[in-house]
């Protein structure tokens, strides 16, 4: 089946650091990848997407690339900020839209950024 | 529009008794999600409807866990009786049937003493 495999957490970086958060998958067929963002004490909230290879999603300076040879969509942002500490969820769908559901959500990695 | 809405944020039960946690989902989606979160085994899929009715509920933990979605626009998880184990948070999400996003409720905090 399905799976999503994040890098284990917390990752704590300082202020202003470069932030990877590493995440692969498998999937039978040809998925679109999400993050999400969850912080402390609110659900989870959609950062970003890319619904093909090769496609780049972005958000807030967050960025994401799908890379169908290495089944991996790594979360990479330049310059992190304390408003930034947050669980990230990596996620894979492999239903087409309308289809019954087939989200499949990674363990979440916990980012903490230090001033 | 005013986001999934989930109420209580907060339940506090003792054990045995039975918890109602509600959902009022985005007006016009068409899929509701019931989701279940703790450290030990993260976010886990308990049950899922489409038009109001339940498509799968694999992801029920057990019997003494029941869902309803009445009408559109409202939806119940039911536990009866609660268990310590069943402390957790439960997060409610919809979306439409076109897109695969789906927008979280802010969760209720379920703790069973």
């Known amino acids: 089946g399905d799976s999503v495999t994040q890098m284990e957490g917390p990752v704590t970086l300082s202020e202003e650091a470069f932030l990877t958060i590493n995440c692969t998958y498998t999937?039978?067929?040809?998925?679109?990848l999400f993050w999400y963002v969850q912080y402390p004490g609110e659900g989870l909230q959609l950062l970003l997407k890319?619904?093909?290879?090769?496609d780049k999603g972005s958000n807030k300076g967050f960025e994401a690339t799908y890379r169908k040879e290495t089944t991996s969509f790594h979360l990479e942002k330049g310059s992190v900020q304390v408003s930034d500490s947050a669980v990230y969820f990596c996620?894979?769908?492999?239903?087409?839209?309308?289809?019954?559901?087939?989200?499949?959500f990674g363990k979440g990695t916990h980012l903490i950024i230090q001033p | 529009d005013a986001g999934v809405i989930q109420s209580p944020r907060h339940e506090v039960t003792e054990m045995g008794q039975e918890v109602t946690l509600r959902c009022k989902p985005i007006?016009?989606?068409?899929?509701l999600f019931w989701y279940r979160q703790t450290m030990m085994r993260g976010l886990e899929l308990l049950i899922y409807?489409?038009?109001?009715?339940?498509?799968?509920d694999s992801g029920m933990p057990e019997d003494r866990f029941s869902a309803k979605m009445p009408n559109a626009s409202f939806s119940t998880l039911k536990i009866q009786p609660s268990e310590p184990r069943d402390s957790a948070v439960y997060f409610c999400?919809?979306?439409?049937?076109?897109?695969?996003?789906?927008?979280f409720g802010a969760g209720t905090r379920l703790s069973v003493l």
């Open positions: 409807f489409n038009n109001n009715v339940p498509i799968d």
């Open positions: 007006s016009g989606h068409d899929y």
């Open positions: 996620a894979l769908s492999d239903q087409a839209g309308g289809g019954a559901d087939g989200l499949t």
């Open positions: 890319a619904t093909k290879a090769d």
């Open positions: 999937a039978t067929g040809y998925p679109s």
């Open positions: 999400a919809s979306r439409t049937n076109w897109d695969r996003e789906r927008y």
